[in-house]
Nanobody, 124 residues
Framework: QVQLVESGGGLVQAGGSLRLSCAASGRIFSTYVTGWFRQAPGKEREFVARIRWSGSNTYYADSVKGRFTISRDNAKNTVYLQMNSLKPEDTAVYYC?????????????????WGQGTQVTVSS
């Protein structure tokens, strides 16, 4: 089992940037695919981005492509989400999660371990 802790959320104006971190405990973290999801009030949890253990294979939701960048540092057991050009519609609680599935899945149900989430609020 991998334990995940997200950090880096906050309040930012539209057009601004934030970098989220997902720190993991567990020696096999580096073998997992890690994903970022978000959930806005009254909405379902949605996929944002994912990265394979090697860091060379990434996949993004269309809504964030070109604005967000996912990366990982396996030596630090940490995955990052750099968010630029933020929009009010990016406001949500952001979660990281892991899966051992190598197929490109974006379904939350396919991800096992989850963090507690970090709030991102973008003001207009």
């Amino acid at each position: 089992q991998v334990q995940l802790v997200e950090s880096g959320g906050g309040l930012v104006q539209a057009g601004g940037s934030l970098r989220l971190s997902c720190a993991a405990s567990g020696r096999i973290f580096s073998t997992y695919v890690t994903g970022w999801f978000r959930q806005a009030p009254g909405k379902e949890r949605e996929f944002v981005a994912r990265i394979r253990w090697s860091g060379s294979n990434t996949y993004y939701a269309d809504s964030v492509k070109g604005r967000f960048t996912i990366s990982r540092d396996n030596a630090k057991n940490t995955v990052y989400l750099q968010m630029n050009s933020l929009k009010p519609e990016d406001t949500a609680v952001y979660y990281c999660a892991t899966t051992s599935l190598l197929v490109v899945t974006t379904r939350p149900a396919d991800f096992g371990s989850w963090g507690q989430g970090t709030q991102v609020t973008v003001s207009s």
